[in-house]
């Protein structure tokens, strides 16, 4: 079975720019969420979305904003990047929004230059 | 503010000794907490949930306990494929939305031959 799929798997974006990120979750799975992970530190949480809506949001500004898809694909999308976006951005999937394990895609790693 | 603290940071051992890696967290109501794996250029990998104080998981040479204010990843006669960074995080219980999970920086454990 595919396990959670992201693209692009690196990118390389100049200040100023925006970005978007992909995430396929596993398949059955309904809810998915984005994390930040900067180098050396622990993936810091960004959203959760369930059933195409919003269900939880993390202390990030306004420039992050997210979307699910009917078939419960999310794009996580960058405005106005800036120098301290670079980092690798996280899809995890699961069942539902309870105490449920995520599983992690591998990873998109956004350079911001 | 939910925090996670994890220690040591980072911990070198030879194939054989085994040890113990530590996740202490404060937190307004423990829904429960996670353990992952995290190789290099990789997302987490699932190891364990540990929902309340006394619970203990195995896997393998792995094993998880839980109290009140910490868990132990204790990690027996370790080889050298068990070298990766051990990601601590944990869920609090509120009520409305849906929560993500706050992380630890993480344990880079490296398993000489």
């Known amino acids: 079975d595919a396990g959670v799929t992201q693209s692009p798997t690196h990118l390389i974006k100049t200040r100023g720019q925006h970005v978007t990120l992909r995430c396929s979750p596993i398949s059955g799975h309904k809810s998915v969420s984005w994390y930040q992970q900067v180098l050396g530190q622990g993936p810091q949480f960004i959203f959760q979305?369930?059933?195409?809506?919003?269900?939880g949001r993390g202390n990030f500004p306004d420039r992050f904003s997210a979307r699910q898809f009917p078939n419960y694909s999310s794009e996580l999308n960058v405005n106005a990047l800036l120098l301290g976006d670079s980092a690798l951005y996280l899809c995890a999937s699961s069942l539902g929004t309870g105490f449920l394990p995520l599983h992690f895609g591998n990873g998109t790693r956004l350079t911001v230059t | 503010e939910d925090q996670v603290t994890q220690s040591p940071e980072a911990l070198r051992l030879q194939e054989g000794e085994s040890s113990s890696l530590n996740c202490s967290y404060t937190v307004s109501g423990l829904r429960g907490l996670f353990w992952y794996r995290q190789d290099p250029g990789k997302g987490p990998e699932f190891l364990f949930t540990?929902?309340?104080a006394g619970e203990e998981k195995e896997k393998e040479r792995l094993k998880a306990t839980l109290t009140k204010k910490e868990s132990f990843l204790h990690i027996t006669a370790p080889k050298p494929e068990d070298s990766a960074t051990y990601l601590c995080?944990?869920?609090?219980?509120?009520?409305?939305?849906?929560?993500?999970?706050?992380f630890g920086k993480g344990t880079h454990l490296i398993i000489q031959p």
């Open positions: 540990l929902y309340s």
């Open positions: 995080a944990v869920q609090a219980r509120r009520g409305g939305g849906a929560d993500g999970l706050t």
């Open positions: 979305y369930y059933e195409k809506e919003e269900r």
